[in-house]
């Protein structure tokens, strides 16, 4: 039977048992801990001055500040994970790919076809 929905679901069963292991279980326990720990400094630091925060500010608030020192995905990791949302507004990248290939520039006249009995009608 477990084998079966190991087979289904695409996981080994050495995987599934690691899983509901209870090392494992603690170790999982001992992190979300943690996490709830560095939410807190995360949010602190994320309200700092009564400015909102992306990962990057926080991290280099954290550091100057604070003194303290997180990995930047540990960080980005956290925010996702409890939904804390940077509210600045992302850079069109499409912007910047418009202007390297100037695909909607208008060119200037060089025929000037607009003389005397050569109009289209």
Same mark, same amino acid.
């Given at each position: 039977?477990?084998?079966?929905?190991?087979?289904?679901?695409?996981?080994?069963?050495?995987?599934?048992?690691?899983?509901?292991?209870?090392?494992?279980?603690?170790?999982?326990?001992?992190?979300?801990?943690?996490?709830?720990?560095?939410?807190?400094?995360?949010?602190?630091?994320?309200?700092?001055?009564? /400015? %909102?925060?992306?990962?990057?500010?926080?991290? @280099?608030?954290?550091?100057?500040?604070?003194?303290?020192?997180? +990995? #930047?995905?540990?960080?980005?990791?956290?925010?996702?994970?409890?939904?804390?949302?940077?509210?600045? /507004? %992302?850079?069109?990248?499409?912007?910047?790919? @418009?202007?390297?290939?100037?695909?909607?520039?208008?060119?200037? +006249? #060089?025929?000037?076809?607009?003389?005397?009995?050569?109009?289209?009608?």
């Amino acid at each position: 039977m477990l084998s079966h929905l190991c087979k289904t679901s695409g996981v080994s069963r050495s995987g599934y048992y690691n899983y509901f292991s209870d090392k494992s279980q603690h170790s999982r326990e001992l992190r979300d801990n943690q996490d709830e720990i560095v939410k807190k400094v995360i949010l602190k630091t994320y309200n700092f001055k009564g /400015r %909102k925060k992306g990962a990057r500010q926080i991290k @280099m608030t954290l550091q100057g500040q604070y003194g303290i020192t997180y +990995n #930047l995905k540990r960080i980005r990791r956290i925010m996702k994970k409890y939904g804390i949302i940077c509210p600045i /507004r %992302k850079a069109n990248p499409y912007r910047r790919m @418009m202007k390297a290939t100037k695909e909607h520039t208008v060119l200037p +006249n #060089l025929l000037n076809s607009n003389k005397e009995g050569n109009t289209w009608r």
